[in-house]
T-cell receptor
Framework: DAKTTQPNSMESNEEEPVHLPCNHSTISGTDYIHWYRQLPSQGPEYVIHGLTSNVNNRMASLAIAEDRKSSTLILHRATLRDAAVYYCILSRNTDKLIFGTGTRLQVFP | NAGVTQTPKFRILKIGQSMTLQCTQDMNHNYMYWYRQDPGMGLKLIYYSVGAGITDKGEVPNGYNVSRSTTEDFPLRLELAAPSQTSVYFC?????????????FGQGTRLTVV
């Protein structure tokens, strides 16, 4: 499985945009980029995923570099509820998600 | 629509005891997964199933067994509990193995082995 690299932690103030980076230099052409987040004491929840083009949904935006070796999860206006661990995961259309250690996002009022 | 339901939420086991962690989903998903999460760490895949009657090992299968007799249920069995199995266990399901679909997770089972 291709490996991802994320910063251990990031901080943001409430109402500000947050850009969470993910490097995946060994990504293959069939790898999808997925983002999940885990709120304290909860199971992970899906955030967004993409293949080549940038993606938007009600929770976030996913910006994918042209060479696909990196991506950025964008939270447009951070709220206190967005404080969580964010996982960037690659999958090769196989049947499992392999998690790394993720980025712990702290949001300050 | 309950999603993915795990029972129990908490359990304390003595070393050497056995137990089954239950997981059921009502979304008619064919793929199901078991993960464990140690404190401060990411999730590790234990076992997964691509459909009834089919299971396969993940990253950390030792000490665990699974079965998948129905689409809805995917129990995880610990035969001889060890302190190293103290962890939070998450079950998940998805509609297909193609990872362009969303996986849904349960709320977890917190297991302590003493």
């Amino acid at each position: 499985d291709a490996k991802t690299t994320q910063p251990n932690s990031m901080e943001s103030n409430e109402e500000e945009p947050v850009h969470l980076p993910c490097n995946h230099s060994t990504i293959s052409g069939t790898d999808y980029i997925h983002w999940y987040r885990q709120l304290p004491s909860q199971g992970p929840e899906y955030v967004i995923h993409g293949l080549t083009s940038n993606v938007n949904n009600r929770m976030a935006s996913l910006a994918i570099a042209e060479d696909r070796k990196s991506s950025t999860l964008i939270l447009h206006r951070a709220t206190l509820r967005d404080a969580a661990v964010y996982y960037c995961i690659l999958s090769r259309n196989t049947d499992k998600l392999i998690f790394g250690t993720g980025t712990r996002l702290q949001v300050f009022p | 629509n309950a999603g993915v339901t795990q029972t129990p939420k908490f359990r304390i086991l003595k070393i050497g005891q056995s137990m089954t962690l239950q997981c059921t989903q009502d979304m008619n998903h064919n793929y199901m997964y078991w993960y464990r999460q140690d404190p401060g760490m990411g999730l590790k895949l234990i076992y997964y199933s691509v459909g009834a009657g089919i299971t396969d090992k993940g990253e950390v299968p030792n000490g665990y067994n699974v079965s998948r007799s129905t689409t809805e249920d995917f129990p995880l069995r610990l035969e001889l509990a060890a302190p190293s199995q103290t962890s939070v266990y998450f079950c998940a399901s998805s509609y297909s193995g193609e990872m362009n679909t969303e996986a849904f997770f349960g709320q977890g089972t917190r297991l302590t082995v003493v």
